[in-house]
């Protein structure tokens, strides 16, 4: 738009179209790093495989400036407090990516310590499998909550705008 | 294939029929043929060293099975005799053998390059053993994991709490009378919204 | 309880003399090394137990807690109900923080900025791993522990498999040890270059976080070509390893080797000159040789105290005496002499690599015991025995005799040792992990106690510790 043409230009979408865009490109990750996948996690965020290609290269210490909480590993039982805690410290609109076999379902270890599944404990909108899932396909899975998140409403995790 | 209790809890036998004993010495060369090792064991009664091979390698290391009576003594005793390098700490649980669960300590002589590795035995009904944690720093934390995985306490430690799992835990895991807490898998095909 | 030995006596006498002499370098001498038991002890309020887990009980006798001059100082104890509290404040860091790598938790009490106590808090990360193993046979237990050390996934699987070896009284042929070794030597080099990019970031050298990764990544690439997976490899099994190496693997680790050589003289340059980094890492979060052996530090972390101790000169394992190499020492046994030491760590490595390729010997990749091994393909078909062997091997397991057995290797970190009895059958009736990290992380308060807020993020990033670990 700006720069190709001198005159001033006007571009017509929706609202909704238009925040859901806003939304996905600067999407901020929480640093919720656990176990193996965060080591990928932080693979994805360097330089070979550059997730600041998405706008999403800042991984916030806080979970108040974060929008994406990504719960790269394993969830034990005395950790689940924890997670839970710091997903209800993100601000709204908040999504949470589930990465991982353990993280989703457990994943081998089916015992006494682990969260058989981060879904138990907050609500998941993505899940990526693998073992740990590789730089690929943990972005294969955020470009898929963006694909997501441009086509739904815009509202936040309560159903309510 | 189905002759280990791990995954069954209503099956567990009660404490009185574990029949088989656990011989802590037998009547062989007290000690062994090392030097090193002799000279730090020598002292203590009932000790029995036995010496391994390790794998693709030509270092050996030297087993001591130790009576709980004289745990602290033999730690003292190695630990005198030049094995100043605390390794690790553990406990294991022999179940439906008595006495039931095992301890055991990991020493290393730099000078000699001997390792140590001395192991004793405590009851289901008292397992308790004295601390060495003031005679080794580092054992510190491998008691309290050894205590909460495995319920032996140890005497005199000065903060015999929890470790990995959460403080308001019940049970010890790591026993082999602890089921191992899985959840059966159900396969829900088709419920997934498209 | 005597002290028999003299533990410096690994450093040359004339260096002992220039170390205390030249202590007096101001830097180091800013920071003194932490003895307890010096200092007069601080009464403390009540209500600071703030942890998940209790505090020290009273009443306990303070003679325990002092232990020939090295007192454990990692518990909180109240002395006095009345005192003022004063400006000590207990801060929590972790056990969701970006330093903590991963999720360890620290209280620290501080007055100021100034750390007077720190008590480490574990088991977030607590998977069990030890009791899932019972339940998985001796075949497929190398993917359990594969994942406990996931910084060094190869590490994990050769003390595990050098340990059911030594249960079953087995060889390896040369061909897997020369792999072992190679495998294992890389996995250093990419642990080593993970940990020199996170203390650059934790100390705010953001730099090297971003050449760190990128080096490690053609280490990771190899892995992939060779084992299929980035982490987690599940690559060296009991009898040797799972498949031969790839075609054109002398080219890729002679490509790697230049690469990340070129990319470690980098990081000097970026590093050894730099004033911020030498000012963050020299005289703190030090560790004498005393302590090193109390606590039970290994690796990198205690030779940087200048404790001569690596289990591939010691006890060598897998052949890897073979090969020529120097055990880099430290002499402050502070920060900076740790990066040195794990700088020179991965020039070691890098040399023992090109060994193995000069010298990689020809044959089988695993055992051929038809006890351990399956049989080919090929095999099952044509022999009744072979079908035998591999359908026993495959609703059994490998059928381990009783004993108890220990073996350990020489991780990035330190000892890996795995502890396992067996009971005869195919699964281990009780496997426990010798984590280093688990020691390191117990000797943290002894680093951290009376440094800085911001040299605790240093001290942390040099113990390296990986949760996953200390928890398993």
Redesign the interface.
């Known amino acids: 738009m700006a720069g190709i043409s001198s005159e001033p230009g006007f571009l017509l979408t929706t609202v909704e179209k238009g925040v859901n865009w806003a939304r996905t490109r600067s999407m901020w990750p929480a640093?919720?790093?656990?176990?193996?996948c965060?080591?990928?996690m932080?693979?994805t965020g360097?330089?070979?495989n550059d997730l600041a290609r998405f706008g999403m290269e800042v991984?916030r210490?806080s979970p108040r400036q974060a929008d994406l909480m990504i719960v790269a590993?394993?969830v034990?039982?005395?950790?689940a407090p924890?997670l839970r805690q710091?997903y209800d410290q993100m601000a709204e609109p908040k999504w949470v990516l589930s990465m991982g076999a353990c993280a989703s379902t457990g994943g081998?270890?089916?015992?006494?310590?682990?969260v058989?599944g981060v879904d138990e404990v907050v609500p998941v909108d993505m899940y990526v499998p693998g073992?740990?899932p590789?730089p690929q396909s943990l972005m294969h899975g955020i470009l898929s909550l963006h694909q997501l998140i441009m086509d739904g409403e815009i509202r936040n995790s309560t159903g309510v705008l | 294939m189905a002759d280990e209790p791990v995954n069954k809890t209503d099956d567990v036998p009660e404490m009185d029929e574990m029949v088989e004993e656990h011989a802590t010495s037998e009547p062989e060369t007290p000690v062994t043929d090392d030097p090193v090792v002799a000279a730090a064991l020598g002292e203590i009664p009932g000790v029995l060293v036995t010496e391994h091979d390790q794998a693709s390698s030509d270092a050996t290391y030297h087993q001591a099975i130790v009576p709980s009576e004289s745990w602290v003594d033999a730690v003292v005793a190695a630990k005198d005799a030049g094995f100043t390098f605390f390794i690790d700490l553990y406990a294991a649980d022999h179940f439906r053998e008595a006495p039931r669960f095992e301890v055991g300590i990991n020493l290393l002589n730099r000078r000699e390059r001997r390792r140590l590795i001395l192991r004793t035995r405590v009851p289901y009904d008292a397992p308790t053993l004295p601390t060495v944690s003031h005679i080794f720093a580092g054992a510190n934390f491998y008691e309290r994991e050894a205590f909460d995985l495995l319920g032996v306490e140890f005497t005199g430690h000065p903060d015999l709490t929890r470790i990995l799992l959460p403080d308001e835990w019940e049970g010890h895991p790591l026993r082999k009378d602890h089921a191992v807490g899985a959840i059966p898998v159900e396969f829900k095909a088709g419920s997934v919204d498209l | 309880m005597s002290d028999t030995t003299d533990l410096t006596a690994d450093v040359p006498a004339e260096e002992v003399e220039e170390a205390s002499v030249s202590v007096a370098e101001e830097r180091r001498a800013a920071h003194d090394v932490w003895v307890s038991g010096t200092e007069e002890r601080m009464p403390f309020a009540t209500g600071t137990d703030e942890g998940a887990q209790e505090m020290l009980p009273s009443d306990i006798d303070p003679a325990l807690a002092i232990q020939e001059g090295i007192e454990v100082d990692d518990d909180y104890v109240d002395e006095d109900d009345d005192h003022d509290f004063g400006d000590r404040q207990i801060i929590n860091m972790g056990p969701q923080h970006p330093s903590t790598h991963g999720v360890l938790r620290l209280q620290m009490e501080l007055e100021g900025e100034t750390v007077v106590r720190v008590k480490p808090i574990i088991g977030y990360l607590h998977t069990g791993m030890e009791k899932t193993a019972e339940t998985l046979n001796y075949a497929q237990g190398a993917t359990n522990v594969t994942r406990m050390d996931y910084l060094s996934p190869f590490h994990n699987e050769l003390a595990y498999s050098l340990t059911v070896e030594q249960l079953l009284g087995i060889d390896v042929p040369p061909r897997a040890n020369a792999i072992r070794v190679l495998m294992t030597e890389l996995n250093r080099v990419s642990s080593h270059l993970l940990w020199a990019a996170t203390q650059g970031m934790d100390i705010g050298a953001l730099s090297m976080m971003i050449y760190g990764w990128r080096e490690r990544e053609t280490c990771l690439d190899f892995f992939e070509k060779t084992t299929g997976l980035r982490m987690n490899h599940n690559y060296i099994r009991v009898g040797g390893v799972a498949a031969d190496l790839p075609d054109g693997w002398r080219d890729d680790v002679a490509s790697l080797i230049t690469t990340v050589s070129r990319g470690v003289d980098e990081y000097e340059q970026l590093l050894n000159e730099n004033p911020i980094f030498l000012d963050r890492t020299m005289g703190v979060g030090v560790i004498t040789p005393k302590e090193v052996e109390q606590f039970g530090i290994t690796g990198p972390m205690a030779r940087a105290s200048g404790v001569n101790w690596d289990l591939r000169k010691e006890m060598p394992y897998c052949g890897i005496d073979q090969y020529e190499f120097d055990v880099p020492l430290g002499k402050y046994g502070d920060v900076h002499d740790r990066y040195e030491v794990r700088i020179a760590e991965i020039r070691e490595s890098l040399k023992i690599v090109e060994q193995v390729m000069d010298s990689m010997p020809s044959g089988d990749y695993r055992t051929e015991d038809r006890k351990v091994t399956p049989p080919p393909r090929k095999r099952i078909d044509e022999s009744m025995e072979a079908l035998i062997h591999h359908f026993k091997l495959f609703t059994e397991g490998i059928a381990v005799p009783p004993g108890t057995a220990y073996q350990a290797v020489e991780g990035p970190r330190g000892e890996i040792g795995c502890m396992m009895i067996s009971k005869g059958g195919s699964r281990p009736w009780r496997m426990h992990w010798r984590a280093p990290s688990f020691a390191a992380v117990q000797a943290l308060p002894v680093m951290m106690t009376d440094s800085l807020v911001a040299d605790v993020v240093a001290s942390l990033a040099s113990a390296d510790p990986v949760l996953g670990d200390v928890d398993r």
């Open positions: 640093s919720f790093g656990l176990a193996c965060a080591i990928e932080m693979g360097a330089a070979h991984f210490a590993g394993r034990s039982q005395k950790m924890v710091v081998m270890f089916n015992n006494y310590a682990l058989q073992c740990p590789g």
